[in-house]
C-alpha cells in the first residue's frame, strides 16, 4: 500500500478522492492518486482513461506516453490504462477532439478550476 498525499483529498464530485490506478503506478506522487501539492506545477489532477487516439495527440504534443523508459521505470501506456493527466492537457485534448475518458471519482477537484463539472460529466466512465 502506498502513501497517500493528502488523506483529506476530494474528487470533483466533492467525495473521497479513489485510487486511479497502481498498475501502471500513476500519479504526481506515484502513489496512485491523482493528487497535487505545491511541487506540481502540471496539475497532474485527471484520472483519464487512455485511448490510441489520446496517446498520439499527446505524443504529437511532445509528451510520448506509449514509449517504454526504462531508465525511468516507465512500461509506457497502452488504451484501456488509467493515468494521472495534467488538467490543462486533458483540456488541450477536449479542444482538440482527442480527450479521453475520465474516472470521476478518481479525478482531483482542483480540476474544477481547468474544466467545469458539466464537461467532465459528459467524458465520465464508472469507476
Same mark, same amino acid.
Given at each position: 500500500?502506498?502513501?497517500?498525499?493528502?488523506?483529506?483529498?476530494?474528487?470533483?464530485?466533492?467525495?473521497?478522492?479513489?485510487?486511479?490506478?497502481?498498475?501502471?503506478?500513476?500519479?504526481?506522487?506515484?502513489?496512485?492518486?491523482?493528487?497535487?501539492?505545491?511541487?506540481?506545477?502540471?496539475?497532474?489532477?485527471?484520472?483519464?482513461?487512455?485511448?490510441?487516439?489520446?496517446?498520439?495527440?499527446?505524443?504529437?504534443?511532445?509528451?510520448?506516453?506509449? %514509449?517504454?523508459?526504462?531508465? @525511468? =521505470?516507465?512500461?509506457? /501506456?497502452?488504451?484501456?490504462?488509467?493515468?494521472?493527466?495534467? $488538467?490543462?492537457?486533458?483540456?488541450?485534448?477536449?479542444?482538440?477532439?482527442?480527450?479521453?475518458?475520465?474516472?470521476?471519482?478518481? %479525478?482531483?477537484?482542483?480540476? @474544477? =478550476?481547468?474544466?467545469? /463539472?458539466?464537461?467532465?460529466?459528459?467524458?465520465?466512465?464508472? $469507476?
Amino acid at each position: 500500500m502506498t502513501t497517500r498525499y493528502d488523506e483529506g483529498a476530494k474528487n470533483v464530485l466533492g467525495g473521497e478522492l479513489q485510487s486511479c490506478s497502481t498498475d501502471p503506478m500513476t500519479g504526481f506522487f506515484r502513489n496512485g492518486c491523482c493528487e497535487t501539492g505545491p511541487h506540481d506545477v502540471g496539475m497532474h489532477t485527471v484520472c483519464a482513461v487512455m485511448t490510441a487516439e489520446f496517446l498520439e495527440f499527446s505524443r504529437m504534443m511532445g509528451n510520448d506516453l506509449s %514509449t517504454p523508459r526504462p531508465e @525511468l =521505470a516507465f512500461a509506457g /501506456l497502452k488504451p484501456g490504462d488509467r493515468w494521472c493527466l495534467c $488538467a490543462p492537457r486533458w483540456k488541450e485534448a477536449l479542444d482538440a477532439g482527442a480527450a479521453p475518458q475520465l474516472v470521476l471519482e478518481a %479525478t482531483h477537484e482542483e480540476t @474544477l =478550476a481547468i474544466v467545469p /463539472l458539466g464537461v467532465l460529466k459528459d467524458y465520465a466512465v464508472k $469507476a
